[in-house]
């Protein structure tokens, strides 16, 4: 009996601590992935207090400057306690197949008595990534999940799927220059988005460790940094990419991995 309340009493002590811990393996991995200011920093612990969420497993971006919240770290809140259960439906009045747009109504259940939170996710090709045309109907759902966890949770930072647009992620940022095609467009190319864009959307999206990918591009490419090789290697490059995080994403970590932070490429 006094050993259950020992326990009891010290279960609070304990889980300070574990959170101050889990705040410092952030910062220290935010820094290694993204040059943040002292006010992200702050931003960053206060995240870490209140949700107790890891940034070195993807549950946490910085994008833009901003802090959001991923579509794992929503689940792992979820789980963390104990959610009842979710149900997610296709809403036919107002989503549109022909056109590719779909809205999906998904409700969280808290607990088995729960009348369950209600969130609403919709996509088209006009607010998803052209990287992921063609699936607008899983992102609508992952969407409409996503803001019902929120609202179930409390969570008012905003959830990396819900962005209606490709932003360029902090983890590359600006460091990151590729040389013009040979027409001197570096930018939209017939509708398409930028190299960097894609290249971003791409580590965000498979949680992949940008410094990693850096070198593992300027290795492919076969120049010394990512910004000697040409938009035409950068982008035969993402095409590879893209297909092998698709098919193999657990084989790509590996050949990552060998890429020691010793030969990432400097900003």
Not at 36 to 55: I, P, W
Not at 222 to 250: H, M, Y
């Amino acid at each position: 009996m006094d050993h259950n309340i020992n326990e009891r009493a010290l279960k609070p002590a304990k889980q300070k601590l574990q959170g101050r811990l889990l705040a410092i393996r952030n910062v220290r991995f935010a820094r290694r992935m993204w040059e943040v200011s002292r006010e992200q920093v702050t931003a960053l612990k206060d995240l870490t207090t209140e949700l107790q969420l890891s940034v070195a497993a993807g549950h946490l971006k910085l994008i833009d400057n901003n802090w959001y919240v991923t579509h794992a770290g929503l689940l792992r809140i979820a789980q963390r306690n104990r959610c009842s259960g979710m149900r997610t439906a296709v809403d036919k009045g107002l989503s549109d197949p022909a056109s590719s747009r779909w809205v999906f109504r998904a409700t969280v259940y808290k607990s088995p008595r729960s009348r369950g939170f209600v969130g609403y996710g919709d996509a088209d090709p006009s607010n998803v990534s052209s990287l992921v045309h063609g699936a607008e109907m899983r992102v609508a759902e992952t969407r409409a999940v996503n803001r019902a966890l929120r609202k179930a949770y409390g969570i008012g930072l905003c959830s990396v799927e819900e962005l209606g647009w490709a932003p360029r992620s902090s983890s590359f940022g600006s460091s990151v220059e590729f040389k013009p095609s040979s027409n001197g467009n570096n930018g939209h190319q017939n509708g398409q988005p930028r190299l960097r864009d894609r290249l971003c959307l791409l580590i965000r999206q498979h949680q992949l460790d940008a410094g990693l990918v850096k070198a593992y591009a300027a290795n492919y490419c076969g120049t010394p940094t990512l910004r000697d090789a040409s938009r035409e290697q950068i982008e035969a490059f993402i095409n590879d990419l893209a297909e092998r995080a698709a098919k193999d994403r657990d084989g790509l970590i590996c050949q990552l991995n060998c890429y020691s932070k010793s030969q990432e490429v400097a900003p």
